[in-house]
């Protein structure tokens, strides 16, 4: 079946500006996951969805930054009034209520690039 | 908080040879989980192999095996028969199970670049 999808491939923003990353996640995978890849910073962990509950937040590096997911599925990160820290790849991952470890299955991810 | 630690930027090993990747990580916890991601430059992330901590026996999967040491909080990645399609980053990774489910968040090593050379 299809993987997880993520939109754009690659995203060029002036500083200042908004951005929004889209996730499409593997159906019926009711969790959801960011993560940011950056050179400075490796990879870490944003924001975490799980069905209808709360999500977990405790990623995310400020104020500037929000996501949310619709129908408990597409997800949305949002990056607002880009800088250039910002720049990073964004990457997606869905996992299942059906695998006991857990397993993440990530998305290609979004290159952002902030000038 | 869980840390994880690859001490190793990078690595070069001949095509059929054998190569070992390390990690360390610091936790508390007594049960959790132990990933080996790989990362081409597609930036993919591929799943590799798994050890669960209350097991043991060492996971293997075809050319690739782990040396998981719980005591020394040490979680080596071994390549066996190195072809050049396993050029790549590859990370270690680290979660804790929580009692939902369905899953929680990994903690990422900073990676190391392999090189297969011809």
């Known amino acids: 079946g299809a993987g997880v999808s993520q939109s754009p491939s690659n995203k060029v923003t002036e500083k200042g500006k908004d951005v929004e990353l889209r996730c499409d996640p593997i159906s019926g995978h009711t969790a959801l996951y960011w993560y940011r890849q950056s050179l400075g910073q490796g990879l870490e962990f944003l924001i975490y969805f799980q069905g209808n509950s709360a999500p977990d937040k405790s990623g995310l590096p400020s104020d500037r930054f929000s996501a949310e997911r619709t129908g408990g599925s597409v997800s949305t990160l949002t990056i607002q009034r880009t800088q250039q820290e910002d720049s990073a790849v964004y990457l997606c991952?869905?996992?299942?209520?059906?695998?006991?470890?857990?397993?993440?299955?990530f998305g290609p991810g979004t290159r952002l690039t902030v000038l | 908080a869980q840390t994880v630690t690859q001490s190793q930027p990078e690595m070069s090993v001949q095509e059929a040879e054998t190569v070992t990747l390390s990690c360390t990580y610091d936790?508390?916890?007594?049960?959790?989980?132990l990933f080996w991601y790989k990362q081409p430059p597609s930036r993919q992330m591929i799943l590799v192999i798994r050890?669960?901590?209350?097991?043991?026996q060492n996971a293997t999967e075809n050319r690739f095996s782990v040396n998981f040491q719980k005591a020394a909080k040490s979680f080596s990645l071994k390549i066996s028969d190195s072809q050049l399609g396993d050029t790549a980053m590859y990370f270690c990774?680290?979660?804790?199970?929580?009692?939902?489910?369905?899953?929680?968040?990994?903690?990422f090593g900073g990676g190391t670049r392999v090189l297969v050379k011809p």
């Open positions: 050890q669960e901590a209350y097991k043991q």
């Open positions: 936790t508390s916890e007594n049960n959790y989980y």
């Open positions: 990774a680290f979660m804790k199970p929580n009692q939902m489910a369905a899953g929680n968040k990994l903690t």
């Open positions: 991952a869905s996992s299942s209520l059906a695998y006991n470890y857990n397993e993440q299955f």
